[in-house]
């Protein structure tokens, strides 16, 4: 084995167009990992990256012989039972998306170990993890072949998890191998961001790309080749993260120049005109089915308001209100449960706690059944619970809680907001402007 690392020229691009190098002669590496439950994005508003349903038209891109397709794990963020259903169908999507490699982190392993997955997964896709499990047999490392040219490249790709093994178990993992016929990469993905951790690695050798927890939902190059002080650029490992949530792609492209082992890394968003897979589309279907059946909507936890309060509902705002009631039932927040319902997601609370009113609390909205007036985003959202101030016609001042437009507004569901506060703002003007001459009286 060529000790590769010493032969890399490295070059970095950002967000390329999709294809753009797919017909030089490279063996190209699809990278993705921490999708944190994120099936797809919400929806709620345009230019959201992500979606599993988009990933093949990235993968596609790619003939089969010349990728490899590795996901390095975390599937979900909690144990909820929303959680644990993602969990189930993010394995599925990963099967049909035809990844070559899927490494189980120490969460994935549990959580598959207490649903009985573990023995499953493992005829989907193929597995590695660091982490052991007792009476299931999970390698630590994964090795594919490709012709290059004239020359046979291998990609090893291996797990470490430095709190239980030594940094030296790297060279357990790529053992030097003498066949002057093969060349190999050797990618590690690794547990930790500690610089110490990784300077030791790099100081070995012996592994061409460190993979390294996210901090950042866009893949990111955390080192190039110079780590440690060395000028020499071809020395030292890529080191590189695959972000988080599924909303880029990271892709490594290897190729021979003049002899030479070279890498490209780059990130391609997932974005929202490239076209979807029907059958992931189909199975997410099934996954709003799945949170349908399971009734979540009724179990989400819920507080007491404070004093007694009580949503009533923006109808019942309506005698005292009536200009304003007038002017917000033709506003987008009037018909934000509607836009719930065209997509399918009236049952799913991660989705419908931004669409109706006081969802979090007792006498709030639980279905559309049960509490069918306060559906959408209404008064009580913005200025509190309505029932004393109802009662004591006015009197009394609606109080906490009340929500702010950056509750729901978040870069995950609303990306276009930031820096668009004011236009927003004027979308959902249902009162009468207070500094207005005519309006003084």
Partial sequence: MLVVVALCALTLSAKPPIGSDDKADVITVFLTGNELGALKPCGCS??????????SAVFNSV?????????????????????????NII??????????LVNLTEKDIEIGKNLG???????????????????????????????????????????????????????QLFPFDIRSDLRSVDILILNTRETSAIDKIAKMGIVD???IPSASDEPDVVSSPSLCGNTDPNTKPLVFTVGRFGRYIARLQIGITEGKLNFSFSTIPVIENLPKEESLVELYRVYQQLVKEADLLHKYPRFTLPGGLEYAGSESCKSCHEYEYGIW?????????????SVGSQFDPECVICHVVGMKYESGFVSDEQT????????ENCHGPG???NVTLGKAKTTEPKSTCLDCHTPETSGEYAGNERLYLEKIIHWVEPNLPANVK
């Fill in 63 to 87: 003939p089969r012989k010349k990728r490899l397709i590795v996901d390095t794990g975390m599937f979900i963020e909690t144990e909820s039972e929303q959680d644990l259903i993602k969990f």
């Fill in 117 to 171: 997955l573990l023995g499953s997964i493992g005829s989907i896709f193929n597995i590695i993890s660091a982490y052991r499990v007792a009476d299931v047999n999970v390698p630590t490392k994964f090795t594919k072949r490709f012709c290059l040219g004239k020359e046979i490249i291998t990609v090893t790709v291996a797990a470490l998890d430095t709190k239980s093994e030594p940094i030296e178990r790297v060279g």
């Fill in 387 to 389: 029932s004393e101030h």
């Fill in 329 to 341: 039932s033709q506003e987008p927040h009037a018909n934000a449960y509607a836009r719930l319902e």
């Fill in 46 to 55: 345009g230019g959201q990256l992500g979606g599993l349903d988009r990933r």
């Fill in 372 to 379: 069918s007036h306060l559906k959408n985003v209404g008064c």
């Fill in 91 to 100: 394995i599925q999507a990963l099967g049909m998306l035809d990844y070559d």
């Fill in 209 to 211: 790309c460190l993979i």
